[in-house]
């Protein structure tokens, strides 16, 4: 959300309303006002950003918090720091003196962290350490990064990249597999080129490279409030009960089916630029794939095909549903939920992925598509061997 109140004689002062998220964007040169709300914000890795009002940044940011232990990309309410406060306020003095109106107390100010913890920090490792590797680094175990990361969330990220297939230990050194180097063409967070590499398998790299460009942008809907039953009835003919990942594709279809219409946009409530955008991401995923020599070709109707593709990639995060009508994370066995914007939010399905983790009141599974048990034993076995088991007993 970004606000400028403008207009008036050139000596009027001017007031400034920002998010905190989007740097100098909306910063008029005359503002010499600005309002800093309580700080709350949602920021997320690849997602889009929930805020409230803020003129010089004191809404707080979502973090990827414990995403580094556990490999899971969890977005959470954080307190910005003090750095960041003070960084917005100076908004308000760029050409005169003004002043800066912060919206919660001296004490919950005091109480702010110095600086932002660094995002090598707070985040998976995982792409990290594929892309070093990658290059030729030599020793990535032992990498000397500016603000280190723990050497928990440097082996966490590593036992990632071993399940999906992309390193292996090999005479006390940790190596790139072929399909890791393939992996590392991409991008993209390990998970996603993954899928991508496996879906000529599945006879789907079409519908995976759309999917994967769908989230890897923001939100391509946008649902008004005021107009609740009009987005609901706009969407219920796109949605499956298949899951949010279907539900997105057979919007991207009909999308192209209509050329792109920017009538048919505001008619089913469908950010029309963030939908081109994912048609270039779709465009240099698409060559990536071409110089790779992956076969290309769609699967139709067999949506099946795209679903067990997706739990072969994304199987790390799986979610199973329990007796008490709640679900578990497979690979931290934590308590989530499957959030109310998703079209399963009044299904119970016996088992999902998920594409994110929303720390709000509750944890959130965000964006979720239908799987089968057995396409998740076929991914990953032993582990799946394992983590079913525990769940079960």
Avoid at 206 to 232: C, F, G, H, K, M
Avoid at 355 to 367: K, V
Wanted: charged content about 20%.
């Amino acid at each position: 959300m970004s606000l400028l109140c403008s207009g008036g004689t050139a000596s009027s002062r001017h007031l400034g309303v920002h998010d905190g998220a989007g740097g100098d964007r909306g910063s008029g040169e005359d503002v010499s006002r600005h309002l800093q709300a309580r700080p709350r914000r949602l920021r997320g890795h690849g997602g889009s950003a929930p805020v409230c009002i803020s003129a010089s940044g004191a809404a707080a940011q979502g973090v990827p918090a414990g995403s580094q232990d556990s490999g899971l990309e969890v977005l959470a309410v954080q307190r910005v720091s003090k750095a960041q406060a003070w960084q917005r306020a100076g908004r308000a003095g760029r050409e005169e003196s003004g002043f800066c109106y912060r919206l919660y107390t001296e004490q919950e100010f005091d109480n702010f962290l110095p600086m932002t913890v660094p995002e090598i920090q707070r985040c998976n490792l995982a792409g990290v350490m594929l892309q070093l590797m990658a290059l030729g680094i030599p020793d990535v175990m032992n990498f000397d990064f500016m603000s280190k990361p723990s050497p928990e969330a440097v082996r966490s990220a590593f036992d990632h990249l071993e399940l999906l297939g992309a390193v292996e230990k090999r005479e006390g050194q940790v190596l790139l597999t072929p399909l890791g180097k393939k992996m590392a063409s991409f991008p993209l967070e390990p998970r996603y080129a993954k899928t991508i590499l496996l879906s000529p398998e599945y006879s789907c790299s079409e519908e995976i490279l759309s999917i994967v460009s769908l989230l890897s942008v923001d939100t391509v809907l946008y649902n008004p409030p005021a107009r609740r039953d009009d987005v609901l009835a706009a969407r219920k003919k796109f949605m499956t009960s298949e899951g949010d990942h279907m539900t997105l594709l057979n919007i991207y279809r009909a999308f192209k089916k209509v050329s792109g219409n920017k009538e048919w946009c505001r008619e089913n409530f469908v950010n029309s630029r963030n939908m081109g955008l994912v048609k270039d991401v779709q465009a240099q995923l698409r060559d990536i794939c071409l110089k790779l020599n992956l076969k290309l070709e769609s699967c139709g109707s067999d949506t099946a095909s795209v679903r067990r593709c997706l739990a072969h990639g994304m199987f790390l995060n799986a979610a199973e549903l329990q007796l008490d009508g709640g679900y578990l994370a497979l690979d931290t066995h934590q308590p989530v939920t499957i959030h109310p914007s998703s079209v399963l939010f009044q299904a119970k399905p016996a088992y999902v992925i998920f594409n994110e983790l929303l720390h709000t009141s509750r944890c959130y599974m965000r964006d979720l598509c239908l799987v089968d048990a057995d396409w998740l034993l076929e991914a990953a076995p032993e582990y799946f061997g394992r983590k079913l088991h525990l769940t079960r007993t």
